[in-house]
């Protein structure tokens, strides 16, 4: 079996890792770029991991959660609200699930599941536009009196922006549409599906919708739009006006699921002999689709090379693809060289938009750095294991 040094399993203990992989100095380079943003700001703590289809790598926790001097530290335990992330951790595994058995298709109009939709000028909007952002929809505020049939009526009424499959724009209301399509095509709710079909076959114990009061305690609060801090809530006010259940945003997690999930990813729909996609919807998943005359690339709900594909960082390959959340997390997600690299972070400033994209790059240039295996020889490894 060909053997990389590289690959070196690193224990973390809670608050503090001990992490000697590489060598001192080059741990410090994750120390150094993590302790500046608390420094300056941005966060006050945050946990790094980084792993490979076999496991962790190197994982680290720094700082504390929001709430000033008296708040917890942080430890690979604590929950995080992911936001955006709910639209790759949940909602997009769900449809291509659904996918596969054929119970709808991307290429489904969207009226089929939509009625709302009937006369209102969008017979040629497919399923597969709300995954890629391309569909022409905008956010727009949702009612307060029934935000779920708000958004439905309000996406059916509202006007196309530029042509359908080549205008890209980033919005919400398209996992809006796709959360509660799950729930049309399936008949039980968005946070039920993917517990039943995603996170209990995965061993993801701490990952969900709505924390119960024994998990709520253990989440990192964040603040919301009043500046008021919300431990168990989501930050996202659309998705709280929805019950907390949205296809958005809503999702909590810990580190060590996320790993778990970028692990199934890596090694194609399967963790520990269980799998809970096919090959090929992964692969259909995280292929490109092309808009803005080829200048933006998407996977299905996944982000290749767009605006917003900043935790891509320098040294990642082409092949690779990720997402971010405005609380301050993202995912990266390299096949060509076996990595991922997480991070979930207390953000404190949200106006430094340029400042938190930067601290997402140089962490994952970081992480291709140290971690990532060239992509021949990582071709080499999983061979070898298999």
């Known amino acids: 079996m060909f053997v990389i040094s590289l690959v070196v399993m690193v224990t973390a203990v809670s608050g503090s890792a001990e992490t000697p992989l590489h060598g001192g100095q080059h741990v410090e380079k994750v120390d150094q770029l993590l302790e500046s943003a608390i420094s300056h700001g941005l966060v006050t703590g945050g946990v790094v991991l980084v792993g490979n289809h076999e496991g962790v790598l190197f994982e680290k926790v720094y700082g504390r959660g929001l709430g000033g001097l008296d708040s917890a530290s942080l430890t690979t ?23 596969e058995e054929r119970k709808l298709s991307l290429v489904d109009p969207v009226v089929k599941w939509f009625p709302e939709f009937s006369g209102k000028g969008k017979d040629d909007l497919l399923v597969l536009n709300l995954l890629t952002h391309t569909s022409g929809l905008d956010d727009f505020p949702l009612s307060a009196d029934n935000p779920r049939q708000s958004a439905i009526e309000g996406a059916a009424q509202q006007r196309l922006k530029g042509e359908i499959g080549s205008r890209f724009r980033y919005a919400d209301i398209n996992f809006i549409l796709l959360g509660e399509l799950v729930r049309r095509v399936s008949g039980v709710g968005l946070n039920e599906y993917v517990a039943d079909r995603f996170y209990g076959p995965l061993g993801m114990r701490d990952t969900g919708f709505k924390p119960d009061p024994a998990k ?17 809530q989501v930050q996202d006010y659309p998705a709280r006006q929805l019950g907390g259940v949205a296809g958005h945003a809503g999702l ?49 709900g996944w982000d290749i090379a767009s605006p917003f594909s900043s935790p ?38 949200y106006a430094k938009t340029k400042e938190f994209n930067r601290l997402r790059s140089e962490l994952s240039t970081l992480a291709a750095s140290l971690f990532a295996v060239p992509p021949e020889l990582a071709g080499m490894t999983r061979d070898a294991d298999e």
Request: proline content about 2%; some cysteine.
């Open 252 to 300: 909590f997690t810990s580190i060590h699921d996320l790993a778990r999930f970028c692990r199934m990813i890596l090694n194609d729909g399967e963790l520990d002999s269980v799998r809970v996609l096919s090959e090929r919807a992964v692969r259909q998943m995280t292929v490109p689709y092309f808009s803005r005359g080829g200048g933006v690339m998407r996977g299905l």
């Open 77 to 99: 335990d604590t929950l995080f609200d992911i936001a955006s992330l709910t639209k790759v951790v949940a909602t997009t595994p769900a449809i291509m699930k659904l996918a």
């Open 312 to 349: 891509k960082g320098n040294g990642f390959s082409r092949y690779s693809f990720g997402h971010t959340g405005y609380s301050g997390s993202s995912i990266w997600i390299d096949p060509a060289t076996d990595t991922f690299v997480v991070l979930l972070t207390s953000r404190v400033e």
């Open 216 to 232: 709520a305690i253990r989440c990192a609060a964040t603040r919301g739009s009043d500046n008021q801090l919300l431990q168990g």
